[in-house]
């Protein structure tokens, strides 16, 4: 895995960043989150790509809220 930033999708618009926060830290520290309003998508940033990888592969496909989270490595933004 190349970076430390990870794609958060089909999440239930009622998530929090401080509910992704205290999930994603059980794999390690989290640097940063955003969640895209109204999208049901967002990003964790965790401090390594190590934590990163092991927070993908512990998370992805896993039940969150009612909705079956997927978790992949953030890709960089496209130009418009």
């Known amino acids: 895995m190349q970076g430390s930033k990870l794609y958060v999708g089909n999440l239930s618009y009622s ?10 830290g059980d794999y390690g520290e989290v ?4 969640i895209v309003e ?5 990003f964790v940033e965790m401090a390594s790509s190590e934590e990163a990888e092991k927070a ?3 998370l992805n496909g896993t039940d969150f809220k ?9 890709r960089p933004r496209r130009e418009r």
């Open 56 to 58: 993908m592969n512990g």
């Open 15 to 24: 998530v929090t960043k401080e509910e992704l926060e205290e999930l994603f």
């Open 38 to 42: 109204g999208r049901g998508f967002g």
């Open 66 to 74: 009612g909705r079956t989270m997927r978790v992949d490595e953030a």
């Open 31 to 34: 640097k940063n989150v955003n």
